[in-house]
């Protein structure tokens, strides 16, 4: 299993990196459980998997294996995306681990840094890599991120600026995105 991360997401200062932690979420016994989670944009269905945060998921899970339902599962993670979503919590304090190979693993870390309320292009990431040849294994690869929202994903967007495919949906990211903007954005977005 991926190594845990201990999540803090943008903070302002660019410093939100993951590290490894001891704890977890409960349940450590190595069988997955969920839960769902009423939000704004549609239920969320977090999953947890040896006492970490293995997905969160947008809209119907189809038939991914998410494991058994447990509503009480998880209170902190569903206190904080209560949070978030009420524009009190910027940050996440949550032990992750996603599952994917060396290269979206990277490609994670890199979303984790992006800051509340700002965004980065798909080449800005490709070059924080070292490649700006890498921008298309980018997209596919924050395409393929399993933690929605605690993992920034909505936060990359096109070169020019435009709003670019989301496994959440367009409405989503845009709704994440403004969300996240601040008060200065949102009045000259009505200008």
Known sequence: MAALIHQRLGS??????????????????????????PSPIGPLTLVVDGGAVTHLLMGDTGNREVGERDDALLP??????????AGERSTF?????????????RVWALLREIPYGETRS?????????????????????????????????????SDGSLTGYAGGLERKRFLLSLEDTEEQR???LF
């Open 12 to 37: 302002g200062s660019g410093s939100g990196r993951g590290r490894a932690v001891v704890r977890g979420l409960g349940h450590n016994d190595g069988v997955p459980r969920h839960r769902v989670i």
């Open 76 to 85: 902190r993670a569903a206190e904080q995306l209560g949070e978030y979503f």
């Open 93 to 105: 304090d949550l032990p992750l681990a996603p599952s994917g190979d060396d290269f979206k693993q």
């Open 122 to 158: 798909y080449g800005d990431l490709a070059r924080a890599l070292g490649d700006v040849g890498l921008s298309q294994a980018v997209g596919t690869a924050n395409a393929r991120n399993p933690i929605a929202i605690v993992v920034p994903c909505h936060r990359v967007i096109g």
């Open 187 to 189: 009045a000259a977005r």
